[in-house]
């Protein structure tokens, strides 16, 4: 199996490092990720500008772009061939709920889901990189799984509590729950009397009921959620039509 590594906390990352020795066990890799952390980046790509790609002691790629660019660049300009299996991550803290809209660690996933490969994106719950060796461990037995049975090509969103391996609850399958809107923006001043403003935290949780990835990571379950692309409202299609009629 050959499967290609990204992320968006750049390339010196432990949790790409971690993700990468995990995924080495079990199949040939190939890294290409950020040269510095992206988080936020959403599926962004660069246009404005031409982007470089470097390559690190450790054979990892690294590119002065998103997460998506890494991706576009790895499969349509590194790579010889396409990978089988395409993983991000693994992220310094979660990704869950309206996260996934704005998430760089999902964006890569989702860049190769474009690409007609299936996509993985792993994030631990909390920040700070505690148990990434569990977490780990827990990307390669789900990767290991091969989905042989599931539909192809799939995107999935998991996100690992920070618990001892030993700990974890086993892997459910759940929805994206909802969160409030964002708090306010964080207004200050530069050193010359200017307003900048920091984008304040996300919001909290509103629906985090039974079947969500809030509720199962709350209980110690690793979260697995299954994405799609598709962001045509159906349901308001008819009442478009009679509205342009």
């Not at 306010?184 to 509103?206: E, L, S, Y």
């Amino acid at each position: 199996m050959k499967i290609l590594i990204s992320n968006d906390d750049g390339y010196l990352a432990p949790g790409l490092i971690a993700l990468a020795d995990a995924m080495a066990a079990i199949a040939d890799i190939v890294v290409v990720a950020p040269d510095s952390n992206r988080s936020g980046s959403s599926n962004s790509l660069t246009l404005d500008r031409p982007l470089s790609v470097y390559q690190a002691a450790n054979g990892f790629y690294f590119i002065n772009g998103t997460p998506s660019d890494c991706v576009h660049i790895a499969l349509t300009g590194i790579m010889s061939e396409p990978p089988d299996l395409i993983v991000s991550g693994i992220n310094q803290g979660q990704n869950m709920g309206d996260d996934t809209l704005y998430s760089g660690t999902v964006a890569a996933a989702t860049e190769g889901f474009l690409f007609g490969i299936p996509a993985i994106a792993f994030s631990q719950v909390n920040k700070g990189w505690d148990q990434i060796d569990a977490a780990a461990r827990v990307a390669r037995d789900i990767v290991e799984r091969r989905f042989d049975n599931y539909g192809k090509p799939f995107l999935l969103n998991v996100n690992i509590p920070n618990l001892p391996y030993e700990q974890l609850k086993p892997p459910v399958a759940t929805r994206l729950g909802k969160r409030h809107q964002s708090e306010a923006v964080i207004k200050t001043q530069d050193p010359h009397g200017r307003d900048i403003f920091w984008i304040g935290p996300c919001g909290g949780q509103k629906d985090a009921g039974e079947g969500t990835d809030f509720h199962a990571t709350a209980l110690g379950h690793v979260s697995i959620t299954p994405l799609q692309i598709d962001l045509t409202h159906t349901a308001q299609l008819e009442a478009l039509k009679k509205v342009l009629v």
